[in-house]
């Protein structure tokens, strides 16, 4: 009995799939095949044994049938087969003798009520099991759920026991700490989380002492993939009680808001750096300050704005944000940061990279990083006509995965604060710009009143000389006298036309350098004959020192002459009576170095910066007293640039001299002696030759004096006042040469050259352009209607005489050399 329990159909129905319903098919048969066999029994019992012993046969027999089966209808069958084979054993079974009949009713009575009892509670049983199963697993099914659920919440989750050991803990909770679910475990909070240990366990003692919960405690923990980031959690803890109100631990939910925290982190970062540029009134100081506060933000070891030129292939960093690390400022080339890094740059990508050591694109200049202690690096690049101009670089000294958040950071920040940058420059030039602006219309006022006071002076004792000599009764010792003034106040003028027309070509890039070898000691031996009047008036003492071997430059003589003489006028001027100029000529290797020093009034050490600026004056009360128009200096530095050299000044103070140092190259010694000739100036010719000469010009004073400067010479002259009589005359004179000045009413100089040009008679005439203008457009303009010469007003005789001088004794006079005076 007890075998086929522990085989029964109750056993083996938890077993699924095909194999078990076989079983228990094979188990019915063998079941139902017992039920003629304890018919055969039950009448061999009865023939045999006449007491009756097939009625507890029978019984125990049915019962065992109703046990085993599993089924309802199966029990029922077999409750049914064994009463009609008890019916059938009371109808056919022989009485016992000596037995009542009442006795084997009653028998066979009891024994059908106990079946059909036996297979009526079986028959219950197997119902109230079926639902009990049904019942489990819903309710297995539902647990599952709820697992799933509590495993996969986006919350973590949690349960400890009173002695804050770990009961449940779900997946979110386990990786927010870096760990997986089983590690904790059977652990306690102490045991599996010892760095918060401090902060958590204060909260979970709270509720199991006060069984009240504590709500959104925020709780700070390292990051356990970087561990230079923070996370941060907010922290329910609820108690859990049984049916009985007995407390059995803590649940605690927690919700990871490292997210939220950052983006409120970013969103003030952003809005301090917002400030910041708002007030920002430096450019570089503005970069400075991102760089520190990006830098400290993001926790990086370096982070800094570099500047890219990519023609040149250069990087520079002008100032870097790093903490305990030595600075990275300097110049490097583009292959240093990589050319992959680079390239992707120049199309406007971040590049983020988590390690260099193994990414492609800076794998192979590794050492380069190493040696700067940098490991991760993110780059924002900054183009500007899509072409890269700068970047944000924000590195650290271990490898690092950079976040979007933090790569979408490093972009506006490097955006934001250069489109400042641009904006703070562009305001700084035109700053720069206005102050220019105003400071030269200050010194073009200046120095209209300064050339007002220069040209005042002379005319105004030209003006009194002539009024001396044309009064009646005056003295008339010594006539020289007077011709001698007016001589020096015009060639004053003359000097200062002089330079402004100098400074204006310069300026305008207009003025050409007639190089050719030049001994520099002739360039200064000429230069200190045209200062000497000026030094010796002044009772200067002038101590050179030259070097004995000959130093040759290739220079234009007569400007590098004017160099020296302007510094050593300048000298003599400011330099109190009686002082001392040295003139000191060294070489230096492929250079040479000329200094002029004074004992003079000296220059401020903050006025040194602009002395060679147009029009600038350090004590103007003094210029005036001297005389100029401040042009000297810049004269001298355009000059001496234009050679290929540099010019400086130094001073040690107001009154404590000053000293103007020249460096000029030069040449070998062996392309001077292969190279250089001396220059012979020829004396003035003993007999000039006589020649037919016409002078146009409307100022009727100008045109009278020159006529009677060249009769006196030997020569005819004719003079005409505007260009329709220049034309007529020519063409009635038939003159040799013909001074035309270019301004004339009714037919300007340019138009009378070009009508005698187009004559028969005039295609090889000598045409002199006589012209306040002396620009090299104008000289141009000149050579294009058909001058030969052009000479700039005011002119001296002498330099008209060269030019003369200078052209054939015969008729034919040769066309085609425009000469420049």
């Not at 971040?350 to 690096?377: C, N, P, S, W, Y």
């Not at 976040?403 to 972009?411: A, G, K, W």
């Not at 030094?535 to 130093?551: G, K, N, W, Y």
Request: hydrophobic residues 45%.
């Amino acid at each position: 009995m007890s075998d086929q329990r522990q085989n029964s159909p109750e056993t083996n129905s938890a077993i699924p799939g095909k194999p078990g319903r076989l079983k228990f098919a094979t188990l019915n048969k063998v079941l139902w095949l017992l039920v003629p066999l304890l018919l055969a029994l039950i009448f061999m019992v009865d023939m045999w044994t006449p007491i009756g012993v097939a009625l507890p046969i029978c019984y125990l027999a049915g019962l065992a049938l109703v046990v085993a089966l599993p089924e309802k209808r199966e029990k029922i069958a077999a409750a049914a087969t064994c009463t009609l084979l008890l019916i059938v054993h009371f109808a056919m079974a022989p009485t016992t003798p000596g037995l009542i009949s009442w006795v084997h009713v009653l028998n066979h009575s009891l024994a059908t009520l106990i079946i059909w009892t036996v297979t009526v509670l079986g028959v219950r049983h197997r119902h109230v099991q079926s639902v009990m199963r049904e019942n489990e697993r819903v309710a297995n099914e539902r647990l599952a759920h709820l697992n799933t659920i509590y495993a996969s919440a986006p919350v973590g989750l949690c349960f400890v026991d009173r002695d804050l050991r770990y009961v449940s803990i779900n997946n979110a909770l386990a990786e927010m700490n870096g760990k997986s679910p089983d590690y904790y475990i059977g652990k306690t909070v102490r045991e599996a989380l010892p760095e918060l240990a401090d902060g958590i366990e204060a909260h979970y003692r709270r509720v199991i002492e006060t069984g009240r919960p504590v709500i959104d405690e925020e709780v700070q923990a390292i990051h356990p993939a970087r561990r230079t980031e923070r996370g941060y959690r907010l922290c329910s803890y609820y108690p859990v009680h049984n049916e009985n109100g007995e407390l059995l631990g803590v649940n605690v939910a927690v919700r990871d808001v490292t997210r939220r925290k950052q983006a409120e982190a970013d969103t003030l970062f952003l809005l301090d750096l917002g400030e910041g540029i708002r007030f920002a009134a430096d450019a570089d100081e503005l970069l400075w300050a991102v760089a520190v506060a990006l830098g400290e933000h993001l926790k990086a070891s370096r982070c800094g704005f570099v500047e890219v030129d990519v023609e040149n292939d250069r990087l520079t960093v002008q100032r870097d944000y790093h903490p305990h690390m030595p600075s990275l400022v300097g110049s490097y080339t583009l292959n240093d940061f990589g050319s992959g890094v680079i390239d992707a740059a120049k199309t406007g990508q971040i590049v983020a990279i988590a390690e260099l050591a193994i990414d492609q694109r800076t794998a192979r200049g590794f050492k380069f990083f190493e040696k700067l202690g940098i490991r991760g690096m993110v780059l924002s690049p900054l183009l500007r006509d899509g072409k890269l101009v700068s970047a944000l670089v924000v590195a650290t000294g271990d490898a690092r995965e950079w976040s979007e958040r933090e790569n979408t950071l490093v972009n506006i920040v490097a955006e934001r604060t250069w489109l400042a940058v641009e904006k703070l420059r562009l305001d700084a030039t035109l700053r720069e710009s206005d102050a220019a602006l105003r400071d030269a219309d200050r010194r073009k006022d200046e120095f209209l009143a300064t050339l007002a006071h220069e040209l005042r002076n002379p005319l105004s004792l030209i003006r009194n000389v002539s009024a001396l000599q044309n009064t009646p009764g005056s003295p008339d010792a010594d006539p020289r006298w007077g011709r001698d003034i007016i001589e020096r106040q015009v060639n004053y003028l003359t000097r200062l036309t002089d330079d402004l027309f100098d400074v204006s070509r310069i300026t305008r890039e207009k003025l050409d350098l007639q190089k050719e070898s030049v001994n520099l000691a002739e360039v200064i031996r000429a230069a200190v004959e045209s200062s000497r009047p000026l030094i010796d008036q002044r009772q200067h003492e002038l101590t050179i020192a030259m070097s004995p071997q000959s130093i040759l430059v290739d220079a234009d003589r007569v400007r590098l002459t004017q160099v020296f003489t302007n510094l050593l006028n300048n000298a003599a001027k400011y330099t109190p009576n009686m002082g001392h100029i040295w003139l000191n000529v060294e070489p230096a290797g492929d250079t040479v170095v000329v200094r002029i020093k004074d004992t003079g009034i000296g220059v401020a050490a903050e006025n040194l910066p602009h002395l060679f600026e147009l029009f600038y004056q350090v004590d103007r009360a003094f210029t005036r007293a001297e005389g100029g128009l401040g042009l000297g200096l810049t004269l001298v530095h355009r000059l001496v640039e234009m050679h290929g050299g540099r010019v400086e000044v130094r001073s040690d103070g107001v009154n404590r001299g000053s000293e103007f140092i020249v460096h000029l190259p030069v040449l070998s010694v062996q392309w001077m002696e292969d190279r250089y000739e001396p220059i012979h100036h020829d004396g003035e010719l003993a007999n000039r030759p006589c020649r037919r000469i016409l002078v146009a010009d409307d100022f009727p004073q100008s045109a009278e004096i020159l006529a009677r400067l060249l009769r006196q010479d030997g020569n005819v002259v004719q003079i005409a006042q505007n260009g329709v009589e220049a034309v007529d005359a020519a063409a009635e004179f038939h003159p040799d040469v013909a001074v035309l000045d270019i301004a004339m009413p009714k037919l300007n100089g340019y138009d009378c050259a070009r009508i005698i040009r187009q004559q028969p008679w005039g295609k090889h005439m000598f045409l002199i352009a006589l012209s306040g203008w002396g620009q090299q457009v104008d000289r141009e303009r000149t050579k294009e209607a058909g001058f030969d010469a052009h000479l700039t007003k005011p002119a001296k005789y002498e330099t008209l005489v060269e030019v003369l001088n200078h052209l054939p004794s015969n008729d034919q006079i040769e066309i085609g050399r425009h000469r420049e005076l």
